[in-house]
C-alpha cells in the first residue's frame, strides 16, 4: 500500500509546489552523479527547463563547461558540507551550497544543494520601506469617543493645517500610524502623496540611496535610469518617519541637514534638489531619554519635536473601547460577510481588559473572533484562553447553567474592579450604575452578606 504524504497537513502536491517555486535553485543529486530533482529557479540560472536536465548526469553538464567550477566531485570525496561561488554559461554568477544526507552505513546517499544568484544592493527594492497602506478602515476617521482621544483630535486638527513639524508618540498599537495617514486627509496637502517609511527598514548604508535617489551611473551596480529617493517621492507631500528612533547617528545626521536646508543632493548627482515635505515623526521610544544615552541627536529631536502629538494607551481611554469594538466588528462582519455578535458578558469582558497591544491587539481579535467562531453569538469561552484567563474557568464550568455562567461573571467583573477602586463610588463610576447597585454588588461578591 501506498503510504499518503502528509507533512503537518500540507499534501505532496503542495509540499513539491512549495520547492519547485522556491526562488533559490535546488538541485539534488544521488550517490552516482545523476541529477534526481530540480526546480524551476534553474530556468533562470541555465535557460533550460528542470525537464531537460533530471535524469542526466553532473558529468554531462560539466562537459560542456554548463557551469564552473565544480563542487559536486569535492562533497563526495570530502563527505562534508561546502560552498562555492561559480559562474554559468549564461554569465549568471551562483552561490551554491551543497549538503551531502548520508545513509546508515554513513554513505553519501544524496547531495542537497541551494544555488542562489546574487542580487545587487542596488537593485533591491524592498517594498517595505514604503509602507503601502494595508490598514482596512483607511477611509475611517479614528474613534474617538473619549476626552483623552478627543484632545488628541483636536491637536490633530489644528496641526494638520499647518506645516509645522511634529511627532506622533504613544505605545506600539496605539494608532500612531493611523493618525499620520489621517492628518493627511485632514490637511493642506491632502492631494499630494503620502508617504510611510519605515525607517526600522532601511538598512544603513542605504540611507542616501532609498531617501536621496540616485543618478544613473551612480555607482557600479546602480539602476541604468537611475532612481527616485523618498523625499523625491513625498515632495509637496507628507513624509511620515515611522519608527524614527530606529535611525542609525550617521543616518540621523544626514537627515538633520535635509531638514534645516530644505535641499538635497542625490547620490552621483553635481548639483542640490530643493524639496517641500511636510515631516511627521512617529515614535514608541522615549526619544529624550534616547538623546540622554546618546543614541539619538539632540538637534534633531528639537527640529522634530516642534509639536508633540502623545496618544495615550487604550487602557487609559476606555470610553474608546465600545465603539472600537463596534466598529471593528462591522468592519470585519462586513469583510467577511457574515453577521457575528457579542455576547454582553464577552464585551464586558473587553471592557475591563489590559489591552497592552493597545488598538491593534482590539482589532485583531475582533477579526479572530469573527473569523473563527462559527454560532451566531460569540461568548466568552470563544476568547483565546491565554490572554483571557478567566475563560480556563468558564470551559471547566461548561456544566453550569447559563445564569449560574452569569454569576460568575459578574463576580470576576465586581472583583476585579474593586480590587482597583476599592470603593464603591468609585467601582459605581467604572461600571457607569449607581452606587446602590454597586454596594450591592460588593455585599454579593466581595463581602459574600448578601441572599441573592
Ligand atoms: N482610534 C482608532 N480608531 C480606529 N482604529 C484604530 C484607532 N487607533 C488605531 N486603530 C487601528 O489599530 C491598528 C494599529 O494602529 P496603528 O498601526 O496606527 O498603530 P501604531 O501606533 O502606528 O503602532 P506601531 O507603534 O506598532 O507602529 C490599525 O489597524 C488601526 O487602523
Ligand atoms: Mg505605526
Avoid at 254 to 269: C, S
Wanted: glycine residues 4%; neutral net charge; aromatic residues 10%.
Amino acid at each position: 500500500m501506498v503510504k499518503e504524504f502528509d507533512y503537518y497537513g500540507i499534501d505532496g502536491d503542495t509540499f513539491f509546489s512549495i520547492i519547485d517555486n522556491m526562488y533559490d535553485e535546488v538541485i539534488v543529486y544521488d550517490a552516482n552523479y545523476n541529477i534526481v530533482f530540480l526546480n524551476q529557479a534553474c530556468k533562470r540560472h541555465y535557460s533550460t527547463s528542470p525537464e531537460a536536465m533530471i535524469g542526466k548526469s553532473f558529468f554531462d553538464f560539466v562537459d560542456i563547461d554548463w557551469w564552473s567550477p565544480s563542487i559536486l566531485p569535492v562533497v563526495y570525496k570530502e563527505k562534508k558540507a561546502m560552498a562555492i561561488r561559480q559562474k554559468t554559461y549564461t554569465q549568471t554568477e551562483l552561490l551554491t551550497i551543497a549538503v551531502p544526507l548520508f545513509d546508515e552505513h554513513n554513505n553519501i546517499k544524496y547531495v542537497v544543494m541551494n544555488v542562489r544568484d546574487e542580487i545587487n544592493e542596488a537593485d533591491l527594492y524592498n517594498p517595505q520601506y514604503i509602507v503601502q497602506e494595508t490598514i482596512l478602515d483607511e477611509k475611517q476617521k479614528p474613534v474617538s469617543k473619549s476626552k483623552e482621544m478627543k484632545k488628541v483630535m483636536k491637536l490633530v486638527k489644528k496641526v494638520s493645517k499647518i506645516d509645522a513639524t511634529c511627532i506622533i508618540t504613544g505605545e506600539s498599537g496605539t494608532g500612531k500610524s493611523m493618525i499620520a495617514k489621517h492628518m493627511h486627509r485632514l490637511g493642506l496637502r491632502s492631494d499630494q502623496s503620502f508617504i510611510n517609511v519605515n525607517c526600522a527598514s532601511i538598512p544603513n548604508e542605504l540611507f542616501e540611496s532609498e531617501f536621496f535617489g540616485y543618478v544613473k551611473g551612480a555607482f557600479t551596480g546602480a539602476k541604468s535610469t537611475g532612481k527616485k529617493g523618498l523625499l523625491e517621492l513625498a515632495d509637496n507631500g507628507i513624509l511620515l518617519l515611522d519608527e524614527i528612533s530606529e535611525l542609525s547617528l550617521s543616518a540621523q545626521a544626514k537627515l538633520l541637514t535635509v531638514l534645516q536646508d530644505k535641499e538635497y543632493m542625490p547620490v552621483g548627482a553635481s548639483k542640490t534638489v530643493k524639496i517641500d515635505v511636510k515631516i511627521i515623526a512617529a515614535t514608541n521610544k522615549n526619544l529624550k531619554n534616547m538623546v540622554d544615552i546618546g543614541t539619538f541627536r539632540e538637534d534633531l529631536y528639537y527640529r522634530i519635536n516642534v509639536i508633540e502629538i502623545y496618544i495615550p494607551p487604550l487602557r487609559k481611554r476606555r470610553e474608546d473601547i465600545l465603539q472600537l469594538v463596534h466598529s471593528f466588528m462591522n468592519q470585519f462582519n462586513n469583510k467577511y460577510g457574515l453577521t457575528r455578535q457579542l455576547s454582553s458578558s464577552v464585551l464586558q469582558v473587553l471592557l475591563e481588559h489590559e489591552w497592552k497591544g493597545n488598538v491593534r491587539e482590539l482589532r485583531h481579535l475582533i477579526e479572530r473572533l469573527v473569523v473563527t467562531v462559527d454560532s451566531l453569538v460569540i461568548d466568552v469561552n470563544h476568547l483565546p484562553k491565554n490572554v483571557f484567563g478567566i475563560i480556563d474557568q468558564t470551559r471547566e464550568e461548561e456544566n453550569l447553567s447559563f445564569d449560574e455562567k452569569l454569576i460568575k461573571y459578574e463576580a470576576y467583573i465586581v472583583q476585579s474592579a474593586y480590587k482597583k477602586y476599592n470603593s464603591s463610588r468609585k467601582l459605581a463610576v467604572h461600571l457607569s450604575i449607581s452606587q446602590t447597585r454597586a454596594n450591592n454588588l460588593i455585599k454579593k461578591h466581595i463581602k459574600g452578606t448578601s441572599n441573592n
